[in-house]
């Protein structure tokens, strides 16, 4: 019998746990547990943007964590499920970036997402006249993050978007002293059109081979195929089905 494993999934900017509703059955219908959670200011946590931090986005999934996971960060939460699994290894049994970024030393997720060969976020995000927070255009999200997605899926996704803290996406990691020994995988989103898909080949790069693959979707892979989501998911942690 294949063993069960726990899977803790971290949606990105302007997201919320309820961008896994479609992946958490397919992983449960693969034998596996599977949680999502929602970071701080994000979906129906209530804590004031101004708050929030890249330490707290940590703290939010360690206190979610009760037993070793497969820690799924998706884009912007690359940053936070790394500093995670920086603070408590022996909680993350290995990690899965999910066309997410990897994070460089010395540099915040703002300066990454600049140092991009493209930028395909230009015009789609304007920040708050208090420079708190930062939102998406409207007219824009379709296009940006649902452009192969289900018309339903956008539909509901849509006015579920919040506003995105930009302090936390400012804040550079610590050296990393317990990371690089952690497992790690790369799913590449092939026809991305958030982050460009050649740039997040480079993040993975020094990933073990073997351990970067791809998916021919757009940036929301949770909606435009869950289930291909969940076997790869599955395949990573060496319990797909032959």
């Known amino acids: 019998m294949s063993e069960t494993v726990r899977f803790l999934l971290v949606h990105g900017s302007c997201h919320g746990a309820w961008c896994w509703r479609d992946v958490i059955p397919a992983l449960e219908a693969l034998g596996h547990e599977a949680t999502a959670i929602d970071l701080p200011s994000h979906g129906e946590d209530r804590t004031p943007a101004a708050d929030a931090t890249l330490d707290l986005y940590a703290e939010a999934i360690l206190d979610a964590i009760d037993a070793p996971v497969t820690l799924v960060g998706h884009s912007a939460a690359g940053y936070p499920i790394t500093l995670a699994a920086e603070r408590a290894p022996g909680k993350v049994r290995r990690l899965a970036y999910l066309c997410a970024y ?141």
């Open 102 to 242: 990897v994070p460089a030393r010395g540099m915040s997720m703002i300066d990454m997402r600049k140092a991009g060969p493209r930028q395909l976020l230009q015009g789609a995000v304007r920040a708050a006249p208090d420079g708190v927070t930062y939102s998406v255009d409207p007219a824009m999200a379709p296009g940006t993050f649902y452009h192969d997605c289900p018309e339903e899926a956008v539909a509901d996704a849509l006015p579920r978007l919040c506003p995105e803290p930009i302090l936390p996406q400012s804040t550079a990691l610590p050296l990393l002293r317990n990371w690089p020994a952690i497992e790690k995988h790369y799913i590449v989103c092939e026809d991305d059109h958030t982050i460009p898909p050649e740039y997040q080949a480079t993040m993975a790069a020094a990933f073990p081979p073997g351990h970067v693959t791809s998916l021919a979707t757009g940036h929301s892979p949770f909606f435009t195929a869950p289930g291909a989501l969940a076997r790869r998911l599955s395949e990573i942690v060496g319990t797909a089905d032959a």
